[in-house]
């Protein structure tokens, strides 16, 4: 039967050197899978909630907004929008369909959907423009992505 002492005596301590060596492989092995752990998580975060939806707001007038949309991911697929005028919701649609006039640019552009908004004179003064897009993540969950950076700014004046 061994007793703990001569399990003692039968371990010898690594030289220094290895033990250094050692600490520094580990360190660098914890190192490495946190880096991957960073980059499995970024790449799955970057698929699954970076908004892939881009338009533009080429036209703003007291009765009508105008633009287009565009999911690279999906550019047949109908995308539903949702216009927010000095911050209320003023109306929704489904962009869906390529119109002839913008065929060409479509192809070159990843499908982009042309829309308009038509709505009630605004009346004079400063207002503020943004269109979203209502985009599904896989958990089936809908959030709503701006298409463009910022809202659009613009005045109207009394004889508009």
Known sequence: MMTGALVDELVEEPPPETAARLVGAVLLKSFLELLILCLVLGMAGF??????????????????????????????????LELVIDGRLTAIMIAQEVQPEHAVGALFRHAEHPFRFSFQRLPAGTHSVQVYAVQTTPGRTLSLVPITNRAESFTLGRGR
């Open 47 to 80: 698929k699954y909630f970076n908004p892939t939806i881009r338009g533009k707001i080429t036209q703003v007038g007291a009765v009508s907004v105008r633009g287009w949309v565009a999911n690279p991911q999906a550019p047949g697929d109908p995308i539903q």
